[in-house]
């Protein structure tokens, strides 16, 4: 019996994905470059066996697999993925659908759909989010490609990804490179909400002077409100790990150097090259990067001192209810910028990403899960093509509600000392979107003065250069 779909590359996204695939009923055909990589997977399939195909050849691979054969490719993201389209196209035949799982940047995507598009292949450039455990039990999925080749894989996928109220959260966003560029965004939207995050615990354990055990179980009350997600579920039980080997908090045994690998970046470098700003984005990655400067700062400090931490507002019920309230309104300004972004790379590239759909697919099984989702879903339903999710009449009054509480604690956090740059750069976004009149004339003139750029006047006069220098 022929397999339904195949899937090469059987690390720790592809053999779950792949046991996911069987579990759900379809027939898989896997194969991995390294053939002792394909013993241990079927070892560990146990019963799910039944319904994997293992091949230790390419091709036998691809003669496993029901023409028109779907093709997951979930391998190192680059130029491995390359090398394995180029070993697969002389074994495919036409209307058969390579699809790279991976997280790809979505211009390699879009050049590798453009690449087979004479072959009479097609290529789907698919995102999937949700690590090791989305993968084995439900992930987010977001595909780019064709509606055409979408529809021969629409049923395996929507039967593996995750579901919100029963829905299941996978969908095609658009053609060539959407789907990747989606998840490129989704990863830096995650970026900016773990951020915040860590600058809120950063209040805590430095202004406030509390353990990692009694910041996780602040973080376990807020899971229950408004905060409830995925992340700040995981803070909770992060917080509360204790390390088997000195018996402190883990987080305490942990170096505070964080890695990337490079979605963030790329979220913010597109936003940038659109002229949109997401600067919560931006923050995050920046502060990633700082981050792993760990030994200037280790200098900077012998030079600087210990700033005071000295935190003016005072602990108790209030702070708390600030605090939250505060990081509310921070997500609220990432995700607006997020959202803002797609908005923009969907005129760019005439994707017409559509924004309900993407708010829904990412309420279950990704990285940034959420209730807050479901609500975003909602706004983005009733005003598809408002400017930005922040003037919605949802959240503008949840806005409304928590910016009090953002510039609180920001500008309590700044006195003291303590570095919350996603915060202040929410809270900086929301006072310059909403400032009808800003401080760029005064940009103008100078650009005007040094390099006569010419500028727009208030009351439309057709004269657009300065009298520089004169005094009137
Ligand atoms: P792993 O490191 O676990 O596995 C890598 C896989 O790639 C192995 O099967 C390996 O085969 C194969 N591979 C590497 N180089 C080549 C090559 N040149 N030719 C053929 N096969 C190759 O990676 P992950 O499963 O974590 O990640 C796979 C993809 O999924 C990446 O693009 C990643 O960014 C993305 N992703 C990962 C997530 C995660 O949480 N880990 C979440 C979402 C996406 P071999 O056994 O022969 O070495």
Redesign the pocket.
């Known amino acids: 019996e022929l397999a339904e779909i195949g899937l ?7 053999s779950n994905l792949a046991l996911n695939i069987a579990e759900k009923g379809s027939r898989i055909a896997v194969y ?3 053939p002792s ?1 394909t013993r241990e997977f079927v070892g560990e399939a146990g019963a799910l066996g039944a319904n994997i195909v293992s091949c230790e050849t390419i091709e036998a691979f691809v003669v496993a697999i029901r023409p028109p054969r779907p093709i997951i490719i ?4 680059g ?2 993925v390359d ?2 389209i180029d070993a697969l196209k002389p074994l495919l035949a036409g209307g058969d659908i390579i699809i790279d ?4 940047n979505f211009r390699d995507t879009i050049a590798r759909f453009d690449r087979l598009k004479d072959s009479g292949l097609t290529f789907i450039g698919m995102g ?5 455990e989305g ?1 084995r039990h439900g992930p987010s999925i977001m595909v780019g490609g064709t509606q055409q080749s979408y529809a021969r894989v629409e049923k395996v996928l929507t039967s593996i990804a995750a579901r919100y109220d029963g829905e299941p959260c996978c969908a095609w966003l658009g053609t060539g490179g959407a789907g990747h560029f989606v998840k490129t965004i989704h990863n830096g939207i995650e970026y900016a909400d773990m951020q915040m995050i860590a600058e809120i615990y950063g209040i805590l354990r430095d202004g406030l002077g509390k353990s990692a055990r009694e910041i996780g179980w602040i973080f376990g009350q807020w899971n229950k409100g408004r905060l409830n997600s995925y992340l700040i579920e995981i803070t909770e039980t992060v917080l509360a790990t204790t390390d088997p080997q000195t018996g402190k908090p883990m987080v305490d045994m942990i170096l505070d150097r964080a890695g990337q ?1 490079g979605t963030g970046k790329w979220s913010a470098i597109e936003a940038q090259q659109m002229g949109v700003p997401a600067t919560a984005i931006e923050a995050a990655v920046a502060a990633r990067s700082l981050s792993s400067m760990k030994a200037e700062r280790e200098a900077a400090e012998v030079i600087f001192g210990t700033p005071s931490y000295a935190f003016s507002l005072k602990d108790g019920e209030a702070l708390l209810k600030d605090l939250e309230l505060a990081l509310f309104a921070a997500k609220i300004g990432a995700y607006a910028q997020g959202f803002a972004v797609m908005a923009q790379a969907s005129r760019e590239f005439g994707w017409e990403l559509p924004m309900p759909t993407i708010a829904r697919i990412w309420r279950a099984g990704c990285i940034i899960r959420s209730q807050f989702l479901d609500e975003i879903t909602r706004a983005f339903t009733e005003t598809p093509d408002v400017a930005n999710l922040i003037v919605t009449s949802a959240f503008s009054a949840m806005v409304a509600e928590s910016l009090p509480s953002l510039r609180r604690i920001t500008a309590a956090a700044v006195t003291a000392g303590i570095p919350v740059p996603a915060l202040a750069s929410a809270l900086s976004y929301f006072d310059a979107y909403r400032q009808a009149r800003g401080t760029a004339n005064l940009i103008q003139a100078q650009r005007d003065f040094f390099g006569a750029h010419g500028f727009d006047r208030t009351d439309g006069l057709d004269i657009h250069h300065g009298p520089w220098g004169s005094a009137g």
């Open positions: 090469i590359g059987l690390g720790v996204m592809g991995n470059r390294t990589r979930m391998i190192k993201a130029e491995a090398q394995q799982a991976g997280n790809a999937v989010s949700g690590g090791e993968a690998k």
